[in-house]
């Protein structure tokens, strides 16, 4: 079964979702997401992070500080833990979005706040423990299937096949990917899935270290020589036969090559692309891998 035909399955398999044609840029067949369930997305204020082995009770005393700062509200801290760690959040806000996905607006509005945070500093001392506060999804979604989660998997490469993001008439990526991962599983496929702040993305397969190798390549439009990674594995190699080209919300994207008088010389679609498992991944950030 084709790419095209795959995604198309898709968006007929998600439950309510209503769809139309992609347009010019996407062949008959590919369907647009325009309404569905919505997954409840919460963002907040990632103060900080913790990893160390007293991370929880570190966090607990962060938190409890921040209940304290003048201008902000006690009961919107809390502390929650995820694959990067233990955090203490702050807030709640509903990202904005636009036809192509999220912009950097929230409601209420963030930035305040995050002024504040980052402001803060411990008495006495020049640190300032929340300096690298970023806006994130409050870890809160619990999916059906946590045994396809990419982050749990084993290996060391995995193919990226599809991303779904929310948009202003889609906001239930994270359901969109798991459905496309239980369609690929149906189909025999080793498919995960991984939920990141902004986008879900879907994944074939799961591939050792040796499946992919770095190689210089000549870039033909710059003429500047790059490395680049190279899959090599046969079973990666079938995997990428059966998934050319990537997707989004159901549907191909091209980049688009245009010549000096801007005329359109080259539609070529986005690939599919290795990518490294989170906890081999992990394992790098330890500087225990290669």
């Known amino acids: 079964m084709s790419t095209l035909g795959r995604a198309g399955r898709l968006a007929a398999?998600?439950?309510g979702a209503a769809f139309v044609w992609a347009g010019c840029e996407n062949p008959p067949g590919t369907p647009r997401f325009t309404a569905g369930p919505t997954d409840e997305e919460v963002w907040a204020i990632r103060?900080?992070?913790l990893t160390t082995p007293d991370r929880f009770q570190q966090a607990e005393s962060?938190?409890?500080?921040?209940?304290?700062?003048?201008?902000?509200?006690?009961?919107?801290?809390?502390?929650?833990s995820d694959e990067d760690g233990t955090a203490v959040f702050y807030g709640r806000y509903r990202r904005e979005y636009g036809p192509t996905g999220g912009g950097e607006r929230f409601k209420p509005?963030?930035?305040?706040d995050m002024e504040l945070i980052r402001s803060l500093r411990f008495?006495?001392?020049?640190v300032w423990p929340f300096m690298l506060a970023s806006m994130d999804v409050l870890p809160t979604y619990r999916s059906s299937r946590p045994e396809w989660n990419l982050a749990a998997a084993d290996g060391y490469w995995s193919l990226h096949v599809a991303v779904f993001y929310n948009t202003e008439t889609m906001q239930s990526r994270r359901s969109a990917a798991e459905e496309y991962c239980a369609l690929l599983r149906q189909q025999?496929?080793?498919a995960y899935y991984h939920h990141g702040p902004a986008n879900s993305s879907v994944y074939v397969g799961t591939y050792p270290e040796e499946a992919v190798t770095n190689v210089r390549r000549e870039n033909p439009l710059t003429g500047v020589v790059q490395n680049v990674l190279q899959i090599v594995d046969p079973r990666m190699l079938a995997a990428q036969a059966r998934f050319p080209h990537g997707t989004e919300n159901g549907h191909t994207v091209y980049e688009i090559i245009r010549g000096a008088d801007g005329a359109v010389q080259e539609r070529i679609p986005t690939p599919s692309f290795a990518v490294i498992l989170p906890k081999a991944q992990r394992q790098l950030d330890r500087g225990e891998g290669r």
Not at 109 to 112: E, T
Not at 123 to 126: F, K, L, R, S, V
């Open 188 to 190: 025999g496929e080793e």
């Open 123 to 126: 008495a006495g001392a020049e």
């Open 13 to 15: 398999a998600i439950t």
């Open 47 to 49: 103060c900080i992070t």
């Open 62 to 80: 962060y938190a409890e500080a921040l209940k304290k700062v003048a201008g902000l509200k006690p009961a919107l801290v809390q502390v929650l």
């Open 109 to 112: 509005d963030h930035l305040r």
